[in-house]
């Protein structure tokens, strides 16, 4: 498959990474096709990995995965122009208010009553926006197993139920075992998941190692 990567930073070439290694073929993208480390991505794979502007990108991206900070993802997905249209979008993005430094809040207009993940939908109607993967460390998010044999959880929202199983497919393809995908309805979810990288953060502060969430009941 061909899969777009919005966003050159750990998260998004991390991501890439293991789907190459899955044998999909990936596209970072940013805002400029000469971005250094996009180059640095394509030069440590031997095939399958490639760069361009987010634009080309996601016109490349069968699936594409949103990795650009929340503050600015809506531009960033402007920037793709209609390459968008119609796909899935892969939101791993967090709303995360650094204009103030810390303490770290969320951005005001994009919490309690809105998220990320809605603004996202609500600008772009015609795109299937799954939210997943944000509440964890970027390398836990592809090797679920490195915590507890993959004993954790992973939440997944969005409005198209179709969109979510395909994309639910793909965790199984990564590592992810179906009993640790907690499947929260609609992208109002968001709002939830978004909210758990303030207690992320926290946690990632007090402790030594990597850990994630665990919804037992």
């Given at each position: 498959m061909k899969i777009a990567i919005l966003g050159t930073g750990a998260v998004?070439?991390?991501?890439?990474?293991?789907?190459i290694e899955l044998g999909h073929e990936v596209m970072l993208g940013s805002r400029s096709n000469t971005n250094e480390k996009a180059t640095e991505f394509v030069n440590k794979h031997d095939k399958n990995a490639y760069k361009g502007t987010f634009e080309e990108a996601a016109t490349f991206g069968e699936i594409i995965f949103n990795c650009v900070k929340g503050e600015f993802s809506i531009a960033a997905l402007?920037?793709?122009?209609?390459g968008i249209n119609n796909k899935i979008i892969i939101d791993v993005s967090?709303?995360?208010?650094?204009?103030?430094?810390?303490p770290l809040s969320l951005i005001p207009e994009l919490c309690n009553t809105n998220s990320l993940g809605e603004e996202i939908q609500r600008n772009f109607p015609n795109i299937k926006v799954v939210k997943t993967f944000n509440t964890m460390w970027s390398t836990l998010m592809m090797i679920?197993?490195?915590?507890?044999?993959?004993?954790?959880?992973?939440?997944?929202?969005?409005n198209d139920e179709e969109a979510k199983n395909e994309v639910k497919n793909l965790l199984y393809e990564i590592g992810?075992?179906?009993?640790?995908?907690?499947?929260?309805?609609d992208i109002t979810a968001a709002r939830g998941t978004e909210c758990l990288i303030l207690l992320w953060l926290k946690?990632?502060?007090?402790?030594?190692g990597t850990f994630s969430i665990k919804v037992v009941n």
């Open positions: 998004g070439t991390t991501i890439g990474s293991k789907l402007k920037s793709a122009g209609s967090n709303p995360i208010d650094t204009s103030k430094g810390a679920p197993s490195m915590l507890q044999d993959g004993d954790h959880t992973n939440f997944i929202c969005g992810w075992k179906e009993k640790s995908i907690i499947d929260l309805g946690i990632w502060g007090a402790t030594i």
